[in-house]
């Protein structure tokens, strides 16, 4: 005689989950893993490149007066990584008042997050700029503004996320599923705010070291 099945009723189960309970959030930590291999090549290839030079940064002897030691300045690089690494925590704020459908706070959140990263931008142009070479001098300048150019695509892809998602919550309510999108979009600034981390360590201190 057969046993009976086991039956669930998942007529009172709630359709959207939070967290590691979603399908969407799965789906993003796959492509934030996806993204950090794009960037640890990146990374391989700068230290792959640094064995070929004697001096890091190489010698800009292109320009008068040459630049023996083209070391990339901190100021404007230092400023931009303590941004973001601190809109984690409006971020979070914005993502808790996702949570709770707060939608007045949502777009404020939103709207404030716009402003930062739009100010990472911009600060990413003068970072360009405190590099001292450009793209196509040598290999180290093609590396480092391949970084640069890859996270700068990484904040304007968020930007856009940012800007979507304000200009809904201002015009609509705030369900669970957009209140998960808004949740998935704080994961991917967290990831953002944290690999400029590293690559500014890379970028910015690594030459100072070697």
Same mark, same amino acid.
Request: proline content about 6%; glycine content about 4%; overall charge neutral.
């Given at each position: 005689?057969?046993?009976?099945?086991?039956?669930?009723?998942?007529?009172?189960?709630?359709?959207?989950?939070?967290?590691?309970?979603?399908?969407?959030?799965?789906?993003?930590?796959?492509?934030?893993?996806?993204?950090?291999?794009?960037?640890?090549?990146?990374?391989?290839?700068?230290?792959?490149?640094?064995?070929?030079?004697?001096?890091?940064?190489?010698?800009?002897?292109?320009?008068?007066?040459?630049?023996?030691? @083209?070391?990339?300045? *901190? /100021?404007?690089?230092?400023?931009? !990584? =303590?941004?973001?690494?601190?809109?984690? %925590?409006?971020?979070?704020?914005?993502?808790?008042?996702?949570?709770?459908?707060?939608? @007045?706070?949502?777009? *404020? /959140?939103?709207?404030?997050?716009? !402003? =930062?990263?739009?100010?990472?931008?911009? %600060?990413?142009?003068?970072?360009?700029?405190?590099?001292?070479?450009?793209?196509?001098?040598?290999?180290?300048?093609?590396?480092?503004?391949?970084?640069? !150019?890859?996270?700068?695509?990484?904040?304007?892809?968020?930007?856009?996320?940012?800007?979507?998602?304000?200009?809904?919550?201002?015009?609509?309510?705030?369900?669970?599923?957009?209140?998960?999108?808004?949740?998935?979009?704080?994961?991917?600034?967290?990831?953002?705010?944290?690999?400029?981390?590293?690559?500014?360590?890379?970028?910015?201190?690594?030459?100072?070291?070697?």
């Amino acid at each position: 005689m057969s046993q009976p099945r086991a039956v669930i009723d998942a007529r009172t189960l709630p359709d959207i989950g939070f967290d590691a309970r979603s399908l969407l959030w799965w789906g993003n930590l796959l492509l934030v893993l996806i993204e950090t291999t794009s960037m640890a090549l990146l990374f391989a290839c700068y230290f792959y490149i640094r064995r070929n030079f004697w001096e890091w940064p190489p010698p800009r002897v292109n320009v008068i007066p040459p630049m023996f030691e @083209p070391v990339p300045k *901190l /100021g404007w690089a230092t400023v931009n !990584v =303590i941004l973001m690494l601190l809109a984690c %925590l409006p971020m979070y704020w914005t993502d808790m008042a996702a949570r709770r459908k707060d939608r @007045p706070r949502v777009v *404020l /959140g939103l709207t404030l997050m716009i !402003v =930062i990263t739009i100010m990472c931008c911009v %600060l990413r142009w003068q970072e360009f700029r405190d590099v001292y070479f450009k793209w196509d001098e040598n290999a180290y300048a093609s590396i480092v503004w391949c970084i640069l !150019v890859m996270h700068l695509f990484y904040l304007l892809t968020i930007l856009v996320e940012f800007a979507l998602g304000a200009v809904w919550a201002a015009t609509h309510e705030i369900h669970d599923k957009h209140a998960l999108d808004i949740t998935l979009i704080g994961g991917f600034w967290y990831w953002v705010a944290g690999i400029w981390a590293i690559s500014y360590v890379i970028v910015w201190w690594y030459p100072r070291w070697s």
